[in-house]
């Protein structure tokens, strides 16, 4: 799972996935499996956001997460490698 996505899967996080947290898309505890199509790398803070507020997720194929925002407003992520971005970075220096 940290190979395929290289990083947090959150829109617009860099956070690396050696230090991100993997997530159940559909969670455990309401039967979502424990394979890659249910599974995505989120770092703590946004695995945190994902289960404490209004945004939601669904996996919709070929690892492309669909997040809709509390506003309403969507956003989809690819694998890092699959987005077409390249090395990532660094830690932040903060
Ligand atoms: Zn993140």
Redesign the pocket.
């Known amino acids: 799972m940290r190979a395929r996505d290289a990083t947090?899967r959150?829109p617009g996080?860099l956070?690396a996935a050696h230090h991100c947290e993997v997530d159940h898309t559909i969670d455990w505890q309401w039967d979502g499996p424990t394979n890659a199509d249910n599974l995505a790398c989120?770092?703590r803070?946004?695995h945190v956001m994902k289960h404490q507020s209004d945004w939601r997720v669904k996996q919709i194929g070929d690892a492309v997460l669909r997040w809709v925002s509390p506003t309403g407003a969507t956003y989809k992520t690819l694998p890092h490698a699959a987005a077409g971005r390249g090395p990532i970075p660094d830690e932040a220096p903060f």
Do not use: I, T, V
């Open positions: 947090c959150f996080c956070r989120l770092c803070r946004h």
